[in-house]
């Protein structure tokens, strides 16, 4: 993406002339891929004439500016169908952006289209909204979800950059199946309003990309207070790319051995320990930690998520159940959930969180697998999330963070024997996200395992 950048800034491209060539791309391989649930090809290229004249005449607005990209569908868009993969919502055209749309409007990014999903985030893709997205690796694995149309699409060059949200993992699983760079920032850092709600408290927005840096141009444009969601963190915003190339000389790094290869598959372990050597390369430091226990914490995420989902859903779930899919699982725990269940959720995740801000008094990154197995077929995944064990293991280093609201970066770290993406994950005080770019974009500089592209 900054190379495209460069590009436009140098007038070696216009927008209008990368726009086209996505559009190409996506109609190319979206009837094999599903990436994307509406194309924008008129408004897209109505914004990249925008952008070719504005670039042309000297208003250079950054490192997005003229840039295609495309976001969630669950991230609100004045005048473009947003539905979320809700029945309810199949016909629904927002009259008002969500603050993460303007913010990217305001950098001057060209909206291609908006990207599949689960059901509300929170189910498995509804067929009503057509085939799934498919992994461009290997078919028959899965994309991962929920934010499995930026995965995809991402990978598979059908945008420069997407915006995805992430409520126990939504962002890194889709990351790590499709081999690209996921930012899960700290809650709080980017707005949630206009973005259809699944648990509120831990809903996360955040970018996904080829690069660490090219997430942070992505995070430096939708990141900092918003008056319209009175949740959003008001510390100023770091000018991330600035700080990138500080290197991670001294950068105390923390790993759980038992937590990190307890049920892993062999080609996790060994791909998070040479994660973890690379970065010693650098001049980090690995150090042996304990992690706070996560064991009651994944059942009080899952409580925490579904009362939650079933307080966002209460204006039409259960009167509208019958336009429902598979969300209603969760809906169904949610509204069954007691308030003693409530509370003892909320006091696992304030026990959690204290110990792992003691926990990042002694390191400054945390190193973890991004999920315990190699890249799953689609038919281990639909087995791993039917019961409360596998999504226990599945939730092992994603969930906590989100009950913590701490930022993580997943990085590609690798690849299976068949030749799927492994990925790793690295976690950060609240606010760390510079951190965690600095470190991202370090290890990018001496592997290639970002550079790797699916052939198609």
């Avoid at 868009?77 to 303007?102: F, K, S």
Wanted: aromatic fraction near 6%.
């Amino acid at each position: 993406m900054l190379d495209a950048a460069n590009a436009v800034r140098s007038g070696r491209v216009s927008p209008t002339e990368l726009t086209s060539m996505m559009l190409a791309r996506i109609a190319r391989l979206q009837p094999r891929l599903h990436a994307y649930v509406t194309v924008t090809e008129e408004l897209a290229m109505r914004q990249a004439a925008i952008a070719d004249r504005e670039v042309r005449d000297g208003h250079y607005r950054g490192p997005l500016h003229g840039i295609p990209i495309a976001v969630k569908d669950l991230i609100r868009t004045r005048g473009v169908l947003t539905t979320a993969e809700m029945p309810i919502h199949a016909q629904y055209r927002p009259d008002y952006n969500a603050t993460v749309m303007d913010r990217l409007e305001r950098a001057g990014a060209i909206l291609l289209g908006k990207l599949a999903m689960t059901e509300g985030a929170g189910g498995d893709h509804h067929p009503a909204f057509g085939p799934a997205p498919v992994n461009p690796w290997n078919k028959d694995h899965s994309p991962g979800a929920s934010s499995s149309g930026p995965g995809v699409a991402t990978a598979a060059g059908l945008c420069f950059g997407s915006i995805g949200s992430d409520t126990t993992g939504s962002i890194r699983y889709p990351a790590a199946a499709n081999g690209v760079t996921g930012i899960k920032p700290t809650w709080g850092r980017v707005s949630r309003y206009g973005v259809f709600p699944l648990a509120e408290s831990l809903d996360h927005v955040g970018p996904m990309a080829r690069s660490a840096a090219d997430a942070a141009a992505l995070l430096a444009a939708i990141a900092g207070f918003d008056d319209n969601d009175p949740t959003t963190l008001t510390a100023s915003v770091p000018d991330y790319l600035a700080e990138i190339g500080a290197g991670v000389e001294g950068l105390r790094v923390g790993i759980d051995t038992e937590y990190n290869e307890r049920d892993a598959v062999p080609e996790t372990v060994a791909m998070v320990r040479e994660a973890g050597a690379v970065l010693e390369s650098l001049g980090a430091v690995t150090q042996h930690v304990k992690v706070p226990d996560t064991r009651e914490l994944i059942d009080a995420g899952f409580a925490s998520c579904a009362a939650e989902a079933a307080l966002a859903h209460e204006a039409t779930y259960p009167s509208r159940a019958s336009e429902y899919g598979s969300l209603r699982q969760l809906l169904d725990a949610g509204r069954a959930a007691t308030g003693a269940e409530v509370m003892k959720a909320q006091h696992a995740r304030v026990v959690f969180s204290r110990g792992l801000e003691d926990l990042f008094s002694t390191i400054d990154v945390l190193l973890t697998p991004t999920q315990p197995l190699s890249n799953l077929t689609i038919g281990q995944m639909e087995h791993v999330w039917t019961t409360a064990q596998g999504r226990a293991l599945m939730w092992r280093f994603t969930e906590p963070f989100n009950m913590s609201g701490n930022p993580t970066i997943t990085l590609p770290g690798g690849f299976t024997a068949d030749g799927l993406p492994l990925a790793f994950q690295l976690v950060a005080r609240h606010l760390g996200e510079s951190l965690l770019i600095r470190t991202g974009y370090a290890y990018q500089q001496v592997t290639d395992w970002h550079c790797r592209h699916p052939l198609l």
